[in-house]
């Protein structure tokens, strides 16, 4: 696992970032340290506070399912779509959290790692 970690940093370098900023997904830097505004998105993001019906149920099975209360942003990209949501979900507890080739230790690993190389704040 220490070699693919060592040979995803040779091909995607690490940019120095700050982990302790206050991250509110408005700005973001780029690969030069300057300040990027951040794109504005085509999908309509429904927050927890304007979720209702279905989507509201839909938020509350994923936090249900991860013990976590805040839901994130790839969660509420689906929110437009609460039955699409809840499939998702499914295939997402499915892939990372049932055994097979790798152990969930491992698969959480590299999906820490990959946020971690993608800026994301959760």
């Avoid at 340290?33 to 999908?43: D, E, M, Q």
């Avoid at 209360?69 to 437009?80: E, S």
């Amino acid at each position: 696992m220490q070699q693919e970690i060592e040979t995803l940093e040779k091909e995607q370098p690490i940019h120095s970032m700050d982990m302790n900023s206050d991250n509110d997904g408005k700005h973001s830097s780029g690969p030069d340290g300057t300040s990027a505004a951040k794109p504005a998105t085509k999908i309509k993001i429904i927050e927890d506070a304007e979720a209702t019906g279905e989507t509201a149920a839909a938020y509350d099975f994923w936090r249900a399912g991860s013990g976590r209360q805040q839901v994130p942003g790839i969660i509420k990209c689906f929110g437009a779509r609460p039955d699409l949501l809840r499939r998702v979900i499914d295939l997402g507890n499915t892939v990372h959290f049932s055994e097979g080739h790798l152990s969930r230790r491992n698969k959480e690993m590299i999906a820490s790692y990959v946020s971690y190389l993608n800026r994301c704040p959760y």
